[in-house]
């Protein structure tokens, strides 16, 4: 008998995805693993137990966990799961640990050596193994969608004998993988693109995917990506620089999505609550970043908002989830890619090296204590703060004309980076 690997049913009613795919139980089985996955684990992402079963899975209950060596999910288990886990075990999963101090503590305290995969390091080895980027190019083609769906017009031009339909505008507010799918999915649907980001970086990325590049792009703009890829937070002089520029430009949207996210900081406020009265009766606006506490002044978790002025923003939670069954096959292939790494391919046993980059960055428990290094100071009875607050507006009110944009790019940060198919090596988060 080889070790097991558990696959439990996701407890959460707004979590339809699977940490395993049949393909990726046969390759589970590949590495001498033995794989156990839950009844009805599934079901929501259109893989029956049946599937898993010919795959060489066993099909079990959520007691089996306790004999469990390696657990994987797609949420952080919670203080009941975690109870029924044997100390020692390896799991792996999206933890979502900032600000859930408690959280991070209890998975110390249950003496589980816990991986938080959206950790996963910017690195070629690990591209395989990136989830906030598989998941965040679903959640941007789903955002397109939602908003076709709220949208009561066509998206494309269309030229009849009885006239011409204009094609909707759409606006992307952050390019990363998200943005990048968006613009490539609203493109597809015969929209008009323009998409605005901080980073230099994404200004070829955009234009090379047929849609118009928009941003004060001074000195400071320049310098505003941080070594890993991530936008930094911006001046006060260049968020009402940049709002100049947006804010007029929102008036005239018929579709916006924002997709910026900051790790371990609340959303940045991207559009405020006059720049939504500005936009036509019938507009909608998308919020992916909703669920960390949103870029949209108005946007309600869960929810789909209309204004006064008849605006829909649309909030749902858990975006990628929308697509359960294909986010679920390429979640499984990122836990697949890593926990292979985690395997000695002589003795079929979990071999965790510690040394290992890709262990350092992801593992947050391990031996009964929180090991990495941005939460060690939790304890067992921690400080906690909320999931999401109010973020401070990054682009604030215009209160000035537009600046004009300079023609220049930072044509060496952008090298080498301008197709989207290297999505996966973009920045993280859902930007």
């Known amino acids: 008998m080889g070790q097991m690997v558990f696959i439990p049913r996701e407890l959460d009613a707004n979590e339809p995805r699977v940490a395993a795919s049949p393909d990726t139980v046969k390759r589970l089985a590949g590495l001498g693993l033995d794989v156990t996955v839950e009844s009805g684990a599934g079901t929501a992402s259109r893989i029956p137990d049946e599937e898993f079963?010919?795959?060489?899975?066993?099909?079990?209950?959520?007691?089996?966990?306790?004999?469990?060596?390696?657990?994987?999910?797609?949420?952080?288990?919670?203080?009941?799961?975690?109870?029924?886990?044997?100390?020692?075990?390896?799991?792996?999963?999206?933890?979502?640990?900032?600000?859930?101090?408690?959280?991070?503590?209890?998975?110390?305290?249950?003496?589980?050596?816990?991986?938080?995969?959206?950790?996963?390091?910017?690195?070629?080895?690990?591209?395989?193994?990136?989830?906030?980027?598989?998941?965040?190019?679903?959640?941007?083609?789903?955002?397109?969608?939602?908003?076709?769906?709220?949208?009561?017009?066509?998206?494309?031009?269309?030229?009849?004998?009885?006239?011409?339909?204009?094609?909707?505008?759409?606006?992307?507010?952050?390019?990363?993988?998200?943005?990048?799918?968006?613009?490539?999915?609203?493109?597809?649907?015969?929209?008009?693109?323009?998409?605005?980001?901080?980073?230099?970086?994404?200004?070829?990325?955009?234009?090379?995917?047929?849609?118009?590049?928009?941003?004060?792009?001074?000195?400071?703009?320049?310098?505003?990506?941080?070594?890993?890829?991530?936008?930094?937070?911006?001046?006060?002089?260049?968020?009402?620089?940049?709002?100049?520029?947006?804010?007029?430009?929102?008036?005239?949207?018929?579709?916006?999505?924002?997709?910026?996210?900051?790790?371990?900081?609340?959303?940045?406020?991207?559009?405020?609550?006059?720049?939504?009265?500005?936009?036509?009766?019938?507009?909608?606006?998308?919020?992916l970043a909703v669920e960390r506490g949103g870029n949209v002044e108005g946007a309600v978790p869960g929810e789909v908002v209309t204004t006064a002025n008849g605006v829909k923003i649309v909030g749902h939670l858990n975006v990628p989830g929308r697509v359960a069954a294909s986010a679920s096959l390429l979640y499984a292939r990122n836990l697949f890619a890593f926990l292979e790494t985690l395997v000695d391919k002589t003795t079929k046993q979990l071999a965790i090296n510690r040394d290992d980059e890709l262990v350092k960055a992801t593992m947050l428990t391990d031996g009964g204590k929180v090991v990495h290094a941005a939460f060690a100071k939790a304890t067992l009875d921690p400080h906690v703060e909320p999931a999401a607050i109010p973020a401070t507006t990054m682009v604030a009110d215009a209160s000035v004309k537009k600046a004009a944009p300079r023609k220049t790019a930072d044509k060496k940060a952008a090298a080498g980076k301008s197709t989207a198919q290297k999505s996966a090596a973009k920045p993280k988060g859902i930007a």
């Open 53 to 287: 079963a010919k795959a060489g899975a066993a099909i079990g209950k959520a007691a089996d966990a306790a004999k469990a060596d390696v657990v994987l999910k797609v949420r952080r288990p919670t203080d009941a799961e975690l109870k029924g886990y044997r100390s020692g075990a390896a799991v792996i999963a999206i933890m979502d640990p900032y600000g859930n101090d408690a959280a991070v503590a209890a998975l110390a305290k249950a003496g589980v050596t816990a991986f938080s995969m959206e950790f996963m390091p910017r690195i070629t080895r690990a591209q395989s193994m990136d989830v906030l980027s598989s998941q965040a190019n679903l959640a941007g083609y789903q955002a397109v969608i939602d908003a076709a769906a709220e949208y009561d017009r066509a998206l494309p031009m269309m030229m009849t004998a009885a006239g011409t339909v204009p094609a909707a505008k759409a606006f992307i507010m952050g390019v990363g993988v998200a943005g990048l799918q968006a613009i490539a999915t609203a493109r597809r649907l015969g929209a008009v693109v323009t998409a605005t980001d901080v980073r230099p970086a994404v200004k070829e990325q955009v234009q090379s995917l047929g849609a118009k590049f928009l941003a004060v792009e001074d000195e400071e703009f320049k310098a505003a990506e941080t070594a890993g890829g991530y936008a930094k937070e911006m001046s006060k002089e260049y968020q009402a620089k940049q709002a100049a520029l947006t804010s007029e430009h929102i008036a005239k949207q018929d579709i916006v999505i924002t997709t910026a996210l900051i790790p371990g900081r609340p959303a940045p406020k991207l559009v405020s609550a006059a720049m939504v009265a500005s936009m036509k009766p019938g507009s909608v606006i998308v919020d």
